[in-house]
């Protein structure tokens, strides 16, 4: 058994990343392990998670698994799970209550737990100690060791198989995937976190930062426009720093502009964080054509003064100064955030700085939260004087003025003609498309379903606050 360690998970050494290009392997034993038998995967959390869910899955499928989406028949149940706020980490524990009930009647299935909660030492050592149902814990290191770990379950079905590393971490290359979409697909570029931002958890349960090498991503990149796939999505948690780690004097700016040289029709990147953000990649975005004009920037907080406390290393002066920067730039751009309120000491004046912000940089969306505790973390130690009342106000007020926004700004999309990837169905209607613009506004699209997979040009006809209708011109 090895369980995580927080304090070990904290520590972050010079010593070189090692990239492995052999470390998954599958035995030939173990490519028929799962014949006849199901798999169900739920995922919480970010757009990493979910990309970890497509190693995972082609993983279970090279041991001859079949995927469900019914968790009801599934002889093996995996909650990938995220530990960026308490809700994140109460609706796991709903879903491990459920899997137990099922258990009750099928008590072959063999359940496990992964992802970003099964990093946190508190997590594992309550589901060891109360939730004796979980079969395997492993963690965001080791998602390559999941047939051996699977094996080992199956010859010892008294003991759960708890394997979860508190290391800075490695690159793995040869992971496989088996991608959600034929059309966009997520591609990472780094690893882990580096900046410890005093509220945040995933610096513990994601590892240090770890940039892939370009040759790697880059191959991943021309082979998925070989495919067919008409959308990239690069991935990290501070895509901007980017290679930086790798000393070697390549930054997210060339990658950015090789990764556009592929013919790839869209390049999207998140999330960057305003630190690292140089003009030597607002220069790559205005060049390149299928760049899209689309930047995620969190803000966290309009309030300097808070932010230091966030460690975020920028103040407002300096926030307000990029975005100034990139609007002028890229005219076209659409501009998202995220926010949290309520952080430990947040005075009505640093929320009003908030809204400030808000109220300057007109966002195209946000994601706003409230503060969470995460067990760990600096924050978790800061007098949380801010009542949950006042934390619930502040973010009914900062929503009423996001949404405002955002309405604003897709106003301004009315009447014109956009160009939009169709992926597939609308949720609610099965004769409508749906499809995201350049600059990822969500459209419901009357066209026929044969352009499913093509980036159209679209009329918008009407506008709301989260998503437009529009017709194939
Ligand atoms: N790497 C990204 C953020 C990843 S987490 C960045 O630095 O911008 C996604 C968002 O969750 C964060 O931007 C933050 O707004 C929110 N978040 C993270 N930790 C949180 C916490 N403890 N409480 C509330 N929100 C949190
Ligand atoms: Fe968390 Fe900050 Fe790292 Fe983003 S930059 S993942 S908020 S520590
Ligand atoms: Fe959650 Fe881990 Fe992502 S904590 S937000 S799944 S990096």
Not at 200 to 213: A, F, L
Not at 234 to 261: C, F, I, P, S, T
Not at 343 to 362: A, M, S
Not at 445 to 468: A, R
């Amino acid at each position: 058994m090895l369980k995580p360690s927080l304090k070990e998970a904290r520590i972050r050494t010079k010593n070189d990343v090692v990239t492995k290009t052999s470390e998954y392997i599958v035995t030939e034993q173990l490519k028929t392990i799962g014949i006849g038998k199901k798999y169900y995967v739920k995922t919480y959390g970010c757009q990493m998670n979910e990309h970890d869910t497509e190693n995972i899955k082609a993983i279970l499928e090279d041991m001859s698994f079949t995927g469900t989406d019914n968790m009801e028949d599934a002889d093996l149940i995996l909650l990938n799970t995220c530990a960026i706020r308490e809700n994140a980490h109460n609706k796991v524990f709903g879903m491990i209550g459920r899997v137990k009930t099922l258990k009750e009647t099928k008590p072959n299935i063999i359940f496990g737990i992964c992802g970003c909660m099964a990093q946190e030492e508190v997590v594992v050592d309550e589901i060891l100690k109360k939730y004796k149902h979980v079969d395997i814990i492993f963690g965001t290191h080791n998602i390559y060791r999941l047939p051996m770990l699977i094996e080992e379950r199956m010859l010892n079905d008294n003991l759960p198989e708890v394997e979860v590393y508190s290391i800075e971490g490695d690159v793995i290359e040869n992971i496989p995937v088996k991608r959600d979409s034929k059309y966009k697909a997520w591609v990472n570029i780094m690893y882990g976190c580096d900046k410890f931002c005093t509220y945040c958890i995933v610096p513990y349960t994601r590892g240090k930062q770890r940039s892939r090498e370009a040759k790697y991503i880059l191959k991943e990149v021309n082979d998925l426009v070989k495919d067919g796939y008409k959308e990239v999505t690069l991935l990290g948690q501070n895509v901007n720093a980017y290679g930086k780690d790798l000393n070697n004097g390549y930054g997210m700016a060339n990658l950015l502009e090789d990764v556009a040289k592929t013919g790839i029709e869209r390049v999207r990147f998140v999330t960057s964080h305003p630190w690292d953000f140089t003009d030597e990649m607002i220069d790559v975005i205005k060049k390149y054509s299928n760049i899209m004009p689309y930047i995620h920037l969190p803000l966290q907080s309009g309030s300097s003064r808070i932010l230091k406390l966030m460690g975020r290393r920028y103040t407002k002066e300096s926030y307000l100064e990029l975005v100034d920067k990139l609007k002028k730039a890229l005219p076209n751009c659409s501009l998202t955030t995220d926010i949290i309120v309520g952080f430990p000491g947040e005075t009505e004046e640093d929320f009003k700085e908030t809204l400030d912000v808000v109220n300057k940089c007109k966002y195209d969306s946000a994601f706003t939260f409230i503060f969470s505790k995460r067990v760990g973390t600096p924050a978790c130690r800061m007098q949380d004087d801010v009542s949950l009342e006042t934390k619930n106000e502040r973010l009914q007020q900062l929503n009423k003025l996001i949404n405002k926004y955002s309405k604003e700004a897709n106003d301004k999309y009315l009447g014109r003609v956009v160009p939009v990837l169709i992926e597939g169905n609308s949720e609610k209607n099965k004769d409508i498309m749906m499809g995201y613009t350049d600059t990822m506004k969500l459209v419901n699209v009357k066209c026929p379903k044969e352009d499913i997979g093509k980036i159209i040009n679209v009329k918008i006809t009407s506008v709301k606050t989260w998503s437009m209708d529009g017709e194939k011109c």
